[in-house]
């Protein structure tokens, strides 16, 4: 029967809810393998890139649970008797998924990559829109001489500048995009999780007896910060 080793490092399952979400993979757009109950202690293994998700260990009905927890989900992270930041975890490597839950993973940091590239670049193009925009109503109406009135030339300048705008605009908008601090990070996980998927082996390492434990504990305890 697995127990949980005196030297583990160890979390205690907390939040609003009176039940927490436990995942294969560290995104919340996934379903949860299960629920935890509060007050539940689970064995910490590694974090994520973040440190805004756990990787654990539960040990119920004789078995090693392998899973994800978020952070803000949990309380009293402990190592040796002292309580530990997130940040003082090993980095995951994701060796006790599955390649293709790597995969998974991976794709969906790319989706959060390209979300925070879509508002950045969207935000840009509509203000270079605009701007053309005020700047072809002027022009049209300084500079158009084809006899129309001052409303005509106004709109055939609008329609100008935003066609300009529009047309153009979409060029220079990946400059602030690449800039970006939230999709230079998105992207930075990204990559990283994509590199791990390509150098994951086929088989994830095993979990499944108290000496699987016993190692993957003393592997994180070695590289604990």
Same mark, same amino acid.
């Given at each position: 029967m697995p127990?949980?080793?005196n030297h583990a490092i160890?979390?205690?399952v907390h939040g609003e809810k009176s039940q927490q979400g436990f995942y294969k993979i560290p995104? /919340?757009? &996934? *379903?949860?393998q299960q629920q935890i109950k509060n007050g539940t202690t689970i064995i910490i293994l590694a974090r994520d890139?973040?440190?805004?998700?756990?990787?654990?260990?539960?040990?119920?009905?004789?078995?090693?649970?392998?899973?994800? /927890?978020? &952070? *803000?989900a949990t309380?009293?992270?402990?190592?040796?008797?002292?309580?530990?930041?997130?940040?003082?975890?090993?980095?995951?490597?994701?060796a006790y998924n599955t390649r293709r839950q790597v995969y998974d993973a991976s794709r969906y940091q790319k989706s959060l990559r390209g979300m925070a590239g879509i508002k950045v670049y969207g935000i840009f193009l509509m203000v270079f829109t605009v701007i053309s925009?005020?700047?072809?109503?002027?022009?049209?109406v300084l500079f158009i001489q084809d006899g129309s009135d001052f409303t005509g030339k106004l709109l055939i300048g609008i329609g100008l500048g935003a066609a300009v705008g529009f047309g153009l605009g979409?060029?220079?908008?990946?400059?602030?995009?690449?800039r970006n601090e939230a999709f230079q990070l998105m992207d930075s996980r990204f990559k990283a999780l994509?590199?791990?998927?390509?150098?994951?082996?086929?088989?994830?390492?095993?979990?499944?007896?108290?000496?699987?434990?016993?190692?993957?504990i003393s592997k994180s305890m070695n590289e604990l910060r």
């Amino acid at each position: 029967m697995p127990t949980i080793p005196n030297h583990a490092i160890t979390a205690t399952v907390h939040g609003e809810k009176s039940q927490q979400g436990f995942y294969k993979i560290p995104f /919340i757009m &996934t *379903n949860p393998q299960q629920q935890i109950k509060n007050g539940t202690t689970i064995i910490i293994l590694a974090r994520d890139m973040s440190a805004e998700w756990l990787e654990g260990v539960l040990i119920e009905d004789n078995k090693l649970i392998h899973g994800w /927890i978020q &952070t *803000n989900a949990t309380r009293n992270l402990m190592a040796d008797g002292r309580i530990i930041a997130p940040q003082a975890l090993p980095q995951s490597d994701y060796a006790y998924n599955t390649r293709r839950q790597v995969y998974d993973a991976s794709r969906y940091q790319k989706s959060l990559r390209g979300m925070a590239g879509i508002k950045v670049y969207g935000i840009f193009l509509m203000v270079f829109t605009v701007i053309s925009i005020i700047i072809g109503g002027i022009a049209g109406v300084l500079f158009i001489q084809d006899g129309s009135d001052f409303t005509g030339k106004l709109l055939i300048g609008i329609g100008l500048g935003a066609a300009v705008g529009f047309g153009l605009g979409w060029i220079p908008a990946f400059i602030p995009m690449a800039r970006n601090e939230a999709f230079q990070l998105m992207d930075s996980r990204f990559k990283a999780l994509n590199k791990l998927h390509r150098e994951h082996k086929g088989d994830p390492i095993r979990l499944e007896s108290q000496m699987d434990l016993e190692r993957a504990i003393s592997k994180s305890m070695n590289e604990l910060r």
